[in-house]
């Protein structure tokens, strides 16, 4: 299916004045400038895990853990090393679609790419001697922190671990790097983009939603989910859909990003209108919902309004809201969306 590319974002992109891609050989991060006046450093931002201060706007940017790399891209800059992509890479090549078609766009080479299967690559990030390191969202622990911060001032997430919004992911990053004016209008364009394509189906609005965690076929009995703490939850509010109670009463008085629900206690999630979350090409797990005694018993399911990603393919890693990837996969996500909607009487 081909997703068309945001000409919102595009625009935005074309009138960040003077963006310049990093090509060639060069070994340095170009930068895009202002146009006017420069953010002011030495530039101090506080963050869960401590305070970042960045001495001079960076020449040599990284940034590690997930998507973090898309807002300088986004914005002109390209990262001197960041983390290879471990899902939804179906090429293998460990940039993720969106992520390419942006570097294609700014004529520049792929980044280092920092190999996280195992944690932080500590020693290559080092290697890229970067003046900044991005996580804004991010799992680091205070041990990796502490560590990275002996290479480079580091942004960290401002509360929970894998809990920071998008927009916010782009204010602290793009702030980070003296773009933050750049990053106000790119957060303007993602969210035209938004109201565009929501404004196409009229049947999401108000509907509630929830989305799944990854369930084993093998074994339904217990149902994960994503809590209000995720961008996942939180990004059903950006498309006119709201939370239903049981998500935000599991949520209360816990930072985790996911929790479990057995299957004797389905009942709970009566108040959701759709379900979506990550499943398999095949339609395993459908399947198996539909058939289990207990689950099958979730509204959601009886009726049939759900809609599960295909959990190794790009469109269900662009799920997960980040900055590049939200106007990538729009169309196509909203779309089934409004597919599962239609079946809520």
């Known amino acids: ?63 590690v853990n997930w998507a973090n790399h898309e807002v300088p891209l986004a914005l002109g800059v390209v990262p001197v090393g960041m983390a290879a992509a471990n899902f939804g890479d179906d090429n293998g090549d460990g940039v993720l679609p969106w992520v390419d078609e942006r ?48 290479i480079a001032p580091v942004v960290a997430f401002p509360d929970a671990a894998w809990a920071t919004p998008w927009r916010e992911i782009i204010k602290l990053n793009s702030k980070a790097i003296g773009l933050a004016a750049e990053g106000d209008r790119l957060i303007g364009g993602i969210e035209g983009d938004i109201k565009r394509v ?8 108000g509907k509630s939603a929830m989305f799944m965690t990854h369930v084993d076929p093998n074994d339904v009995s217990q149902v994960g989910f994503y809590t209000t703490h995720d961008t996942r939850t939180l990004f059903f509010e950006d498309l006119g859909l709201t939370i239903p109670a049981s998500i935000t009463e599991a949520s209360k008085g816990t930072d985790k990003f996911a929790l479990t629900r057995s299957a004797e206690q389905i009942d709970v999630f009566d108040d959701v209108d759709i379900i979506t979350g ?8 459908l399947g198996k919902l539909g058939k289990d005694p207990l689950l099958s018993k ?24 980040t900055p590049l990837s939200i106007s990538w996969v729009l169309e196509d996500y909203v779309k089934a969306l409004a597919e599962a909607a239609d079946k809520v009487k």
């Open 278 to 285: 990550y499943g398999d090409e095949k339609g395993t797990l």
């Open 103 to 150: 570097l294609k766009e700014l004529k520049a080479k792929t980044p280092v790419l920092f190999d996280e299967t195992d944690g932080i690559d500590f020693e290559a990030v080092a290697d890229t001697k970067p003046d900044v390191i991005l996580a804004a969202y991010s799992g680091l622990t205070q041990q990796d922190y502490d560590t990275l911060s002996k």
């Open 298 to 321: 979730i509204p959601a399911v009886e009726r049939g309004s759900m809609y599960l990603l295909p959990d190794s393919k790009p469109l269900g890693t662009a799920a997960n809201p």
């Open 198 to 205: 929501v404004a196409k189906y009229p049947q999401l609005k």
């Open 1 to 63: 299916m081909k997703r068309p590319r945001s000409l919102r974002i595009l625009a935005v992109l074309a009138v960040l004045a003077g963006s310049i891609a990093a090509c060639g050989d060069s070994s340095e991060t170009k930068q895009a400038s202002t146009g006017g006046a420069a953010d002011a450093f030495p530039m101090t931002i506080k963050h869960a895990l401590g305070t970042a201060t960045v001495q001079a706007k960076p020449k040599r940017v990284a940034t």
